[in-house]
Nanobody
Framework: QVQVMESGGGLVQSGGSLRLSCVASGGFDFNTWGWYRQVPEKQRELVAHINIHGHTNYADSVKGRFTISRDNAENTVYLQMDNLKPEDTAIYFC????????WGRGTRVTVSS
């Protein structure tokens, strides 16, 4: 059974950095990974995704500040978040796509002004 688990969230001041990690256990050869974020009473937003070839895509709101990367051997994806802003405050969810899409439970990121 595939399980996806995020880590690395926390409280940071505006302008600071965090690095989120996401590990998928119980599976292999995930072709696409990504991160969404959710703020209460707002629509879930796709933050970034990366495919098996390393091609990436980002939300306009995070371009130039966030970087997604993957380690296929470790079934891990990372989200490096720099120059964080209060509007980046959200719960960040990771997903990994194999035959199905597997989701983690989320990690909370809070950016104080």
């Amino acid at each position: 059974q595939v399980q996806v688990m995020e880590s690395g969230g926390g409280l940071v001041q505006s302008g600071g950095s965090l690095r989120l990690s996401c590990v998928a256990s119980g599976g292999f050869d995930f072709n696409t990974w990504g991160w969404y974020r959710q703020v209460p009473e707002k629509q879930r937003e796709l933050v970034a995704h990366i495919n098996i070839h390393g091609h990436t895509n980002y939300a306009d709101s995070v371009k130039g500040r966030f970087t997604i990367s993957r380690d296929n051997a470790e079934n891990t994806v990372y989200l490096q978040m720099d120059n964080l802003k209060p509007e980046d405050t959200a719960i960040y969810f990771c997903y990994a796509v194999q035959t199905y899409t597997y989701w983690g439970r989320g990690t909370r990121v809070t950016v104080s002004s």
